[in-house]
């Protein structure tokens, strides 16, 4: 079946950088755009970006643009999401989520989540 | 950016009533728009895409509707575990901004 597995938690210090992987199974990974939503504690969905993992294209939200870097290895049906110079109000659940198609679209299948947190 | 707002932010209603949360954006998305049930500490599940597709496996009380900039979830019985919070989605074009939310309590 599809799945998206995610790395574990982690705890960061401000200033420092993270990266999240996203492993895909159970379909054509380079197929698919993976997507990253985040989720503040006690906060709404936020959504971050895409990769198109094919081509390696991306597309940041405003907010995120020049701070989050999203990358793949097809090799390994592996997506990354790497957030630099954190701040504590980084501090969030990151999703990795996709869907049957290109671009932006409804996530029918989500990743269990990576607890980042960012404390001195 | 189109913005998306929900409302109302929380909503609490007794088992078997009808209930509706609205999602308004703020500007045409056409029918690009989903609704996603997350209940705590679990990962959002897609319950309705294209405005008004009930996805597979998603009971058949939920049921959405509107086009353009005016969008409704509607649960026609409410359940006891339909306790959770309510998203909408655009993804007409980037970004795939979401409402901020409408939590559902039971009364």
């Known amino acids: 079946q599809v799945q998206l597995i995610q790395s574990g938690a982690e705890v960061k210090k401000p200033g420092a950088s993270v990266k999240v992987s996203c492993k895909a199974s159970?379909?054509?990974?380079?197929?698919?755009?993976i997507h990253w939503v985040r989720q503040a504690p006690g906060q709404g969905l936020e959504w971050m970006g895409w990769i198109n993992p094919n081509s390696g294209g991306t597309n940041y939200a405003q907010k995120f643009q020049g701070r989050a870097t999203m990358t793949r290895d097809t090799s390994i049906s592996t997506a990354y999401m790497e957030l630099s110079r954190l701040r504590s109000d980084d501090t969030a659940v990151y999703y990795c989520a996709s869907y049957y198609g290109s671009g932006l679209g409804a996530f029918d299948f989500w990743g269990q989540g990576t607890l980042i947190t960012v404390s001195s | 950016d189109i913005q998306m707002t929900q409302s109302p932010s929380s909503l609490s209603a007794s088992v078997g009533d009808r209930v509706t949360i609205a999602c308004r954006a703020s500007q045409g998305i056409s029918n690009y728009l989903a609704w996603y049930q997350q209940k705590p500490g679990k990962v959002p599940k897609l319950l309705i895409y294209a405005a008004s597709t009930l996805q597979s496996g998603v009971p058949s009380r939920f049921s959405g509707s509107g086009s353009g900039t005016d969008f409704t979830l509607t649960i026609s019985s409410l359940q006891p575990e339909d306790v959770a919070t309510y998203y909408c989605?655009?993804?007409?074009?980037?970004?795939?901004?979401f409402g901020q939310g409408t939590r559902l309590e039971i009364k």
């Open positions: 989605q655009k993804y007409n074009s980037a970004p795939g901004t």
């Open positions: 159970g379909y054509t990974f380079t197929g698919y755009y």
